[in-house]
């Protein structure tokens, strides 16, 4: 037929890439929908597993319009679904990259992906036992006997939720730096020769994604941050020792 490309044109090749990362991303749409259909019953139990560390300061929440305590109860089944949903996000974009792969790199990718999820989970569970009660402790604590608080729920549940995504997002930085020295795009030598270029970017990083803007809250974030670099250079000095012996 006149007009139509080649099978083997890189107008087809193109096309056919689209067309698997719809499917892919529709995969993945259908399983954070399902998800958030599942949890939606558990929602008051979300919610009270996320109020728990503010028990202390906070006998009872309160809501200021008619549609916040939905709101609030919704963005609680969101933010759990997306959390279960992490994993098949890293599984769908491993098996998008798949045909790329040689298949002696196809393991190791696999291994990143996996040490990925780990420790997503693992930020997560470190910010709602040491980051989030923490950061409530300092500033619930601080208004202590100046005025009793009264906070909305959705304005709790945007703060508590917003420190466990970041510690989850943080929590990544080992496995994003070893990953690009796995790639041969960095060097162990390079991370530690600009350490304090690095601690200078990670605080104003943890200033940017910080909720609140008091020093307290900045050093929460920065320092695990400033941590998480230095096991990420200590990574890239094993990953890079054990290269040089498989040569």
């Not at 996996?114 to 009660?133: A, D, K, N, Q």
């Not at 990083?205 to 020093?215: E, F, G, Q």
């Not at 200590?234 to 040569?247: A, M, T």
Request: proline share 5%; with cysteine; hydrophobic share 60%.
């Amino acid at each position: 037929m006149t007009g139509m490309p080649p099978p083997d044109s890189p107008r087809l090749y193109f096309i056919g890439h689209l067309k698997e990362l719809r499917q892919r991303i529709v995969v993945i749409l259908i399983f954070f929908t399902a998800m958030c259909a599942v949890l939606f019953a558990q929602g008051y139990q979300l919610m009270a597993w996320l109020e728990a560390p503010a028990g202390r300061y906070v006998q009872g929440f309160i809501f200021i319009g008619p549609t916040e305590a939905f709101a609030a109860y919704f963005k609680v089944v969101l933010l759990a679904a997306g959390f279960v949903s992490f994993p098949v996000f890293l599984y769908q974009l491993w098996a998008f990259l798949l045909p790329a792969l040689s298949r002696s790199s196809r393991h190791a990718v696999l291994g990143w992906i996996l040490g990925s999820i780990v420790f997503f989970y693992g930020g997560i569970i470190f910010s709602y036992l040491i980051l989030l009660p923490a950061a409530i402790n300092f500033l619930l604590g601080f208004g202590e006997g100046i005025a009793r608080p009264a906070i909305t729920i959705s304005r709790y549940i945007s703060f508590a939720g917003t420190i466990l995504l970041m510690g989850g997002v943080i929590f990544q930085i080992p496995v994003v730096l070893g990953l690009l020295t796995e790639a041969g795009v960095l060097k162990a030598a390079w991370l530690s020769a600009g350490r304090k270029y690095a601690i200078l970017i990670l605080v104003i990083m943890a200033a940017l994604i910080s909720p609140t803007s008091d020093i307290f809250n900045l050093l929460l974030f920065a320092v695990p941050m400033i941590v998480l670099y230095e096991a990420g250079v200590l990574l890239s000095w094993i990953i890079e020792r054990r290269k040089s012996h498989d040569r």
